[in-house]
């Protein structure tokens, strides 16, 4: 799993402004985010509410390219959250598939308290909410 993260990761980068990495199907990955907008809602800076989602977990607009735990209309990230912020540690989709599928666990693969109020784990499908999130936040670079 390690190196398979590794290998995307050096893949995504040297694909720079490719947006595809592991192929993640955006249509699929808007459906399986119907798992997510319980915690979560996307809404742009300027209010358009892309997705209406619950309060729980921080507003994920634009998360893909964020510093982890910048969210600044929330509050309550966690300890674990708070480290991988203060490391300048960056989402994009291979970190968000392995996120979403056990939070606690990456926490710890990352050094960071494995602590977090993100009390919930998606089986399958990261890679299309991943791909998903990534189409709805701000256009990247070309
Ligand atoms: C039960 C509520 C809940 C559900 C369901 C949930 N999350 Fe979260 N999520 C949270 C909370 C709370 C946090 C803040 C975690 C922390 O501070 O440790 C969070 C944080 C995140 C972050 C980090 C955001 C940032 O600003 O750095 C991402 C990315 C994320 N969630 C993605 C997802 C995705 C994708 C799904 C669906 C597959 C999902 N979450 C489902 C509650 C939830």
């Known amino acids: 799993m390690k190196t398979l993260t590794t ?3 050096v893949a995504f980068t040297a694909a720079a402004a490719a947006p595809a990495f592991a192929e993640g199907d955006i249509a699929k990955g808007e ?7 319980a915690c979560h809602m996307i809404v742009a800076p ?3 509410k892309i997705v209406k989602g619950g309060k729980t ?8 390219g964020r510093v982890a735990g910048t969210q600044e209309d929330f509050g309550k990230y966690s300890a674990g959250m708070k480290a991988l912020s203060e490391a300048g540690f960056t989402w ?4 968000l598939v392995e996120w979403s599928a056990n939070p606690k666990d990456f926490l710890k693969a990352h ?3 494995a602590k977090t109020g ?8 990261g890679e299309d909410v991943a791909a998903y999130l990534a ?6 670079a070309e």
Do not use: H, Q
């Open 46 to 48: 300027d209010g358009t």
């Open 111 to 113: 050094d960071a308290p």
């Open 7 to 9: 290998l995307a990761l």
């Open 57 to 64: 977990g921080p507003n994920l607009y634009g998360v893909i």
């Open 92 to 95: 994009d989709e291979a970190s």
């Open 118 to 125: 993100m009390s919930f784990k998606l089986k399958k499908g």
């Open 31 to 37: 459906k399986t985010f119907k798992k997510c907008k």
């Open 135 to 140: 189409s709805v936040g701000p256009a990247p």
